[in-house]
């Protein structure tokens, strides 16, 4: 069974930084891409960033293009998304996602990934 677990959420400071994780079950590490989403209250959940099985590759929205990193650590399935220079517009629940196969780049849509995590709330105060 495919399961992921995200934590690390909490509340932070505007400029400040925050890194959040996702620890997936073995059957689900095999699995090509990982991907972060987040939801704001009355928005649509929306992506964030994405890694290919090797790390190699990533592709991030632009909004958070040059402040959050995502990575992951294939020996302790996990994957991270470190936040830095948070604005009060990141505030969100951030939810781990999980695809098999494709590329990073190719792939943006809450319908294209199947497995998902139940979310870690982030919240930045101006």
């Known amino acids: 069974q495919v399961q992921l677990v995200e934590s690390g959420g909490g509340l932070v400071q505007a400029g400040g930084s925050l890194k959040i994780s996702c620890a997936a079950s073995r059957r689900a590490f095999s699995i090509n891409i990982m991907a972060w989403f987040r939801q704001a209250p009355g928005n649509e959940r929306e992506f964030v960033a994405a890694i290919s099985k090797s790390g190699s590759d990533t592709n991030y929205a632009d909004s958070v293009k040059g402040r959050f990193t995502i990575s992951r650590d294939n020996a302790e399935n996990t994957v991270y998304l470190q936040m830095n220079s948070l604005k009060p517009e990141d505030t969100a629940i951030y939810y781990c996602?999980?695809?098999?196969?494709?590329?990073?780049?190719?792939?943006?849509?809450?319908?294209?990934?199947?497995?998902w995590g139940q979310g870690t709330s982030v919240t930045v105060s101006s």
């Open positions: 996602a999980a695809r098999g196969a494709g590329g990073v780049y190719s792939y943006t849509a809450p319908r294209e990934f199947a497995y």
